[in-house]
């Protein structure tokens, strides 16, 4: 029978001074495509919550005794549905058919990030551009922030390739 969570403590690591989040990442890579994660930390872990978010998890946390929190991971839903979302992001159903597919999954980085940029120059607002990766583009996010684009992404259910997709800001087109 699989455990509706896997408990992943981190509070010795950061007790000691060390920084979790490579712990974390590997247990979150152990869980099967329906389990949890529980998290133990000594603060409430706000930046790991849009992690888990892109990464396809909820999130419920809960102030312990000292300050301490307990943080439920669960998965948002099971095959077929939709991919989270980007801080900007809006339902899929209302996004154009990609205009430019990219596979980056055989590049290092920051090449992936490079071509996923430049490809957006090339769009008109509003159209959208997916890319297939082989780990999540977390570095990529601020950029599309500061560029206004909206984006959703998630793993496959084997967790073999992320896939992002991207819509180019659609409000410069109003502005012009």
């Known amino acids: 029978m699989t455990r509706e969570f896997v408990d992943v403590d981190v509070r010795p690591i950061l007790r000691a001074g060390g920084e ?10 152990t869980l099967e495509p329906d389990q949890g994660m529980r998290l133990f930390a000594t603060f409430k872990p706000m930046p790991l919550f849009g992690v888990m978010q892109s990464r396809g998890f909820s999130h419920e946390a809960y102030e312990l005794e000292g300050g301490e929190w307990e943080v439920l991971f669960r998965p948002l839903a099971a095959a077929g549905a939709a991919m989270p979302l980007g801080p900007r992001g809006s339902e899929a159903a209302v996004w154009p058919e990609p ?17 996923i940029l430049e490809a957006t120059e090339r769009l008109q607002p509003g159209e959208v551009l997916s890319a297939m990766l082989l780990r999540e583009p977390l570095f990529l996010y601020p ?8 984006w959703r992404g998630g793993f496959d259910l084997q967790r073999a390739a992320y896939t992002i997709l991207i819509r180019v800001d659609a ?6």
């Open 20 to 29: 979790p989040f490579s712990a974390i990442m590997q247990a979150l890579e």
């Open 99 to 115: 205009v430019i597919e990219l596979d980056n999954r055989g590049l290092d980085p920051p090449e992936p990030m490079v071509r």
């Open 143 to 150: 950029e599309l922030a500061k560029r206004g684009h909206e």
């Open 171 to 176: 409000t410069k087109a109003a502005q012009e």
